[in-house]
């Protein structure tokens, strides 16, 4: 198979991975989340099961769906990526984020990634240890808790005194130092939807595009609301 077959990505489907992956992240761009290159979006096509990646160091707000890359399985191995991409376009490279993002479909099972670089994020990184918390704020509703709801089997939201809770690990000079960081919190929260990275951004994930950009907009809101409500002396969780 020919390493650049645009046949994985040119789809006339706006809802095409390829295409929301440029379109969400112009987007995103406007809303200064992913600025100078920095963040990204990776989808799985729940159809084929491939993996659409960014590449890296481009504008990602000018990206095209011939600009991407594609992947046949989450299986990363640093030493053999050459075999990981179905897709792979002349001249540009996987993000950096790539082992970050298959990481979240391994372990979790998920079908987007989304990760920006919010200045939310990063000053509530720097006004949270471990955990960001938030309660008894209407936006937590919609965002996923851990209970399952029997008839559906699916998560059901938390409630509005219900406390959202988001990991926070620690930064490093490159992006792959933070799998291990990523794969314990995977394996110790399955049912965080988003860590945050102190003093670098959010990672945001969801059983859908769709649902990682609604956990993304809450968060974010929330972030910005929790930075306000601290610089007050409110605290972010009602006793
Ligand atoms: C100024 S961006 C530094 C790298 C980064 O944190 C990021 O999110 C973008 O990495 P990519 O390799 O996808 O360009
Ligand atoms: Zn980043």
């Avoid at 160091?57 to 000018?62: A, M, N, R």
């Amino acid at each position: 198979m020919s390493m650049i077959s645009d046949e994985l990505v040119v789809s006339e489907d706006p809802l095409h991975p390829a295409n929301l992956i440029c379109s969400l992240c112009t987007k995103f761009y406007e809303k200064d989340w992913c600025l100078g290159t920095g963040g990204g979006i990776s989808i799985r096509d729940q159809e084929t099961n491939r993996y659409y990646i960014a590449p890296s160091g481009v504008q990602k707000e000018l990206m095209k769906p011939t600009d991407l890359f594609v992947v046949n399985g989450y299986h990363y191995d640093p030493d053999h990526e050459d075999t990981l991409f179905i897709r792979k376009p002349d001249g540009l490279k996987p993000s950096d984020c790539t082992p970050l993002f298959l990481t979240c479909f391994k372990e979790l099972g998920v079908s987007a990634v989304i990760h920006t670089h919010s200045s939310n994020a990063v000053m509530a990184s720097l006004l949270y240890d471990d955990f960001f918390e938030i309660s008894h704020i209407e936006q937590v509703k919609a965002l996923p808790s851990h209970k399952i709801d029997p008839e559906t089997g699916k998560h059901i939201n938390l409630l509005f005194q219900d406390t959202l809770r988001i990991p926070v690990i620690e930064n490093q000079n490159f992006e792959y130092e933070l799998t291990d960081d990523l794969i314990n919190i995977c394996r110790k929260y399955p049912h965080t939807c988003a860590v945050i990275v102190r003093r670098h951004g959010i990672f945001v994930w969801g059983p859908s595009i769709q649902k990682a950009k609604i956990y993304n907009e809450s968060i974010d809101y929330l972030l910005g609301l929790a930075i306000q409500m601290k610089e007050m002396g409110i605290d972010t969780v009602k006793k």
